[in-house]
């Protein structure tokens, strides 16, 4: 079975700071996912990655991904406390069904 | 647009009691999957419906199931709840799997007591 790993699970930062977010899984995909959660909330899509090399940027937030090592990142620059919330990758093997990793919860500190 | 709509928001049910959750997907989505997510075991894939054929099913007992109808309008149902059961079940909805991506609602949280 398709395992995801992401770390750190948790992670405290102060505002202003940068800090990156990995996802590794296990078995070849070219597609893969990060969502937001807000607690009690649903999942937000942040980024859909469908090639090797992909890169995407939204404000402060840039998602990478690299098929070969089977690795995405998820970089913060300069963190506001907007951006606290629980990050998931989420890993298409076209199967219909995503593989999610178990989640970083995030808490940017004022 | 509309967006993915699950019903009810909340449930309570109690032990032993089945349950029914229903989801609109985007209109124009065809592909229909439910997740449940729980602090302990994370989200886990419940299945997944396309044009009113189930294509893939996760590692769930026989107590959890799913129908889709014409519209693509999808409902769940868990028979002989269990307290384990309690949890957020999430619908997400896409045309297809072309890579798009899926659309998640705002998700049932059930609580069994």
């Known amino acids: 079975e398709l395992k995801v790993e992401q770390n750190p699970l948790f992670l405290s930062m102060q505002e202003g700071k940068n800090y990156t977010i990995y996802c590794n899984y296990s078995?070849?995909?070219?597609?893969l996912y990060w969502y937001r959660q807000d607690p009690g909330k649903s999942l937000e899509s942040l980024f859909v990655l469908l090639s090797n090399g992909a890169v995407k940027q939204e404000g402060r937030l840039m998602a990478s991904l690299d098929t070969k090592a089977r690795l995405s990142t998820l970089h913060i620059t300069a963190a506001v406390h907007d951006l606290s919330a629980t990050y998931f990758c989420a890993v298409d093997p076209s199967t219909g069904q995503f593989y999610f990793g178990t989640g970083t919860s995030l808490t940017v500190i004022p | 647009k509309a967006g993915v709509t699950q019903t009810p928001r909340y449930l309570i049910k109690t032990r032993g009691q089945q349950v029914t959750l229903s989801c609109s997907p985007i209109s124009g989505h065809r592909s229909v999957s439910w997740y449940q997510q729980t602090p302990g075991q994370g989200l886990q894939f419940l299945f997944e419906y396309f044009s009113e054929t189930q294509r893939n099913k996760g590692n769930f007992p026989g107590r959890f199931s799913g129908r889709q109808f014409s519209n693509s309008r999808s409902e769940m149902n868990v028979s002989t709840l269990e307290l384990g059961d309690s949890a957020l079940y999430l619908c997400a909805s896409s045309f297809g799997r072309q890579g798009g991506g899926y659309t998640f609602g705002s998700g049932t949280r059930l609580t069994v007591v």
């Open positions: 078995t070849t995909s070219d597609r």
